[in-house]
Every structure is written in C-alpha cells, then in structure tokens.
C-alpha cells in the first residue's frame, strides 16, 4: 500500500451523530448530540484521522517526522498510519531524559507500529519551528529529507481537512463544542458550519494563547477567518493532563449514564463545559448543542468492548 491509498483504510466518515437522552440538558430545553469522531477509524482516531489524512497524501511516500509528548495521541495515530501505509515515521518526543528509560504503554504502541524514536532536550524541542533546530533534528533523527507534520498535526492542510467536520454538522445543531490542544481542529470546524451555527472551542492548556493561535491557523488556511467561534477557558481544570477527581468522577458517570467511553484529557472537559454552561442558562431554550467526540481513551478501558457498542 502507497501513501496514496488513504481512503482504503476505509474510514467512516461522515462520522455518526447520535443523539443523547440526559436529563441534565432536557431540563434546560437544551438537546445534545454526539458527533462520534472516535468512531471514523480504530487505529487513526477521531480529528487526527480528519488532520492527517491529508498531510499522508502531501508525504507521497516520504518518511513523516512529527513531534510530540511521552502519551502524545498525534504520535500514535501518526505512527500507526505509518503501519497501515507502509510509511516510515519519525517520532521527535519532549523529554531527553526518556532516552534509554522502559517506554510508556503509549510510546511502547508508537514504537510497535515501527515509528523511530528521538527524544530530544526540552530547549530544542520548545525552538523546533525554528529552520536551524529544525534541520538539525531531523538530522539528528537521521531523517533530513521527511515530511515534517508539526506538533499536534496542526497545519494548514489539516486545518482544512477538519472543515468537513463542520460541514457534516450542517443543519445538525445551533452551537458545536470541540476540545482544543493546537486549536486546528476548532479553526477547521468553525469554517465548515452553516450559517447560524457556531462553534465552541474549550481549551484544555492554561494560558489564554489560543485565540491568536486559531486566527493565525485560519490565515494560514483560508486566507483569513472563518465562521462563528469563540473559547470558553474556564474548563483546562489546572492545564494539560491535568485530571482531578471532580473531572474523573463526572466522567465515569457520563461512562454509566450512557455507554460511553470518555476519554479524559480532551473529551470530559469538552462535556463538562457544556453541561456547566446549559446549567448556567448560557443556552435558550430549544437550543441543539453537539460534542465532538474527538477521541477514546487510551489505554482501551480494561472493561470488554460490548460494553461499550456504539451508541444506538
Ligand atoms: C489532539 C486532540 C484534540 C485537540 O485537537 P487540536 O486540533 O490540537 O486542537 C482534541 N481531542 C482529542 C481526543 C485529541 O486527541
């Protein structure tokens, strides 16, 4: 298989929408659907299908360098396109004191889809958009001639790969709430939506920079901003990864309410958001709110998969 052949991984897309029973929003007037992302493909989950299926295609067959975390969900979508094309893939992974140290179950799955691993200082890692420390990584990664998807996945061609996440949204709901590490996602959806819908992006980083950041990313995609969207950076509870008990406990009772698996760092604060605004009157009545859900937990929760079908 060529990195041509993207679509024969047989993606389902448009992904499903379900629409939830909480009493929680019907109280509110407020009705809920799911945009079920996680589902569009096992191994290339939720929006980093809709952000890397076209930077697969741009690689034609080079090596992809990408960049990430120690539990980076980028890394692993990235590193199992790479099984599933027969891509080489580079993992450039924060943290030089990780080199030589048992890998994580999440670098583990990254180097078992044969991603190659370079972990890099913090200080060359926080400068990799500079050209000179860019070059030098991807030499240092013994990859100088890749295809370099930046952190997170998030560049131009991705941004508009996410805009079909809005457009199968169209005429579905009045507000579209979508978790935001890059912001790619959001500033995709945003453009995708129909007149009179919006989009509500909720930051799971502490540090109020993503507003310029999704303008920057429209820019550089569409040549200038598009749709309706606004932040809610109330919901980063302490920033990235960052999961306290309150979090984990709504969770897992969003998990027995309604059969769904809720992945934490991205996915619970995106819910939670949205049930403290419906709470708060933030949405008039008849309102339709859609989540995206934008990944599945990982490791799989240790429960059988029936536990969990997908949702009726
Ligand atoms: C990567 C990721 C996001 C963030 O997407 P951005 O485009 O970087 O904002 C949201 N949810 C999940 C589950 C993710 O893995």
Same mark, same amino acid.
């Given at each position: 298989m060529t990195s041509n052949d993207v679509a024969a991984l047989g993606p389902r897309l448009p992904s499903p929408v379900r629409e939830l029973t909480d009493e929680r929003f019907e109280r509110r007037g407020v009705?809920?659907?799911?945009?079920?992302?996680?589902?569009?493909?096992?191994?290339? /989950?939720?929006?980093? &299908?809709?952000?890397?299926?076209?930077?697969?295609?741009? #690689?034609?067959?080079?090596?992809?360098?990408? @960049?990430?975390? #120690? &539990?980076?969900?980028?890394?692993? #979508?990235?590193?199992?396109?790479?099984?599933?094309?027969?891509?080489?893939?580079?993992?450039?992974?924060?943290?030089?004191?990780?080199?030589?140290? +048992?890998?994580?179950?999440s670098l583990a799955r990254c180097a078992a889809d044969g991603m190659r691993l370079h972990f890099t200082d913090r200080s060359a890692y926080r400068r990799k958009t500079e050209p000179e420390i860019l070059t030098a990584l991807m030499a240092a990664a013994g990859a100088p001639e890749a295809y370099v998807v930046p952190e997170g996945g998030s560049n131009a061609a991705a941004v508009r790969g996410c805009r079909a996440l809005g457009q199968e949204l169209d005429g579905y709901a009045d507000v579209v709430a979508v978790a935001c590490g890059t912001g790619g996602t959001l500033a995709g959806l945003a453009a995708g939506l129909g007149a009179g819908q919006r989009?509500?992006? /909720?930051?799971?980083?502490?540090?109020?920079?993503?507003?310029?950041?999704?303008?920057?990313?429209?820019e550089r995609a569409f040549g200038?901003?598009?749709?309706?969207?606004?932040? *809610?950076?109330?919901?980063?509870?302490?920033?990235?990864?960052?999961?306290?008990?309150?979090? *984990?406990? @709504? #969770?897992? *009772?969003?998990?027995?309410?309604?059969?769904?698996?809720?992945?934490?760092?991205? /996915?619970?604060? $995106?819910?939670?958001?949205?049930?403290?605004? $419906?709470?708060?009157?933030?949405? +008039?009545?008849?309102? $339709?709110?859609?989540?995206?859900?934008?990944?599945? +937990?990982f490791p799989e929760p240790a429960f059988p998969e029936h536990r969990f079908p997908e949702h009726p």
């Amino acid at each position: 298989m060529t990195s041509n052949d993207v679509a024969a991984l047989g993606p389902r897309l448009p992904s499903p929408v379900r629409e939830l029973t909480d009493e929680r929003f019907e109280r509110r007037g407020v009705r809920l659907l799911l945009k079920r992302d996680d589902l569009i493909h096992p191994a290339l /989950v939720g929006n980093k &299908w809709r952000k890397l299926a076209p930077n697969l295609t741009a #690689a034609a067959g080079r090596t992809v360098l990408t @960049f990430g975390g #120690a &539990w980076s969900n980028h890394l692993r #979508a990235t590193a199992a396109a790479g099984r599933l094309l027969g891509l080489s893939t580079v993992g450039v992974v924060r943290g030089h004191e990780l080199a030589g140290r +048992p890998l994580n179950d999440s670098l583990a799955r990254c180097a078992a889809d044969g991603m190659r691993l370079h972990f890099t200082d913090r200080s060359a890692y926080r400068r990799k958009t500079e050209p000179e420390i860019l070059t030098a990584l991807m030499a240092a990664a013994g990859a100088p001639e890749a295809y370099v998807v930046p952190e997170g996945g998030s560049n131009a061609a991705a941004v508009r790969g996410c805009r079909a996440l809005g457009q199968e949204l169209d005429g579905y709901a009045d507000v579209v709430a979508v978790a935001c590490g890059t912001g790619g996602t959001l500033a995709g959806l945003a453009a995708g939506l129909g007149a009179g819908q919006r989009a509500l992006g /909720v930051p799971v980083l502490k540090g109020g920079f993503l507003d310029g950041d999704v303008r920057r990313l429209q820019e550089r995609a569409f040549g200038g901003p598009r749709g309706t969207w606004s932040l *809610d950076d109330r919901f980063h509870f302490g920033g990235y990864a960052r999961v306290p008990d309150e979090l *984990d406990a @709504f #969770a897992a *009772d969003f998990e027995r309410r309604h059969g769904l698996p809720v992945e934490r760092l991205y /996915v619970a604060k $995106t819910l939670y958001a949205l049930l403290t605004l $419906t709470e708060e009157g933030a949405f +008039p009545r008849g309102t $339709t709110l859609a989540a995206v859900i934008t990944g599945r +937990p990982f490791p799989e929760p240790a429960f059988p998969e029936h536990r969990f079908p997908e949702h009726p």
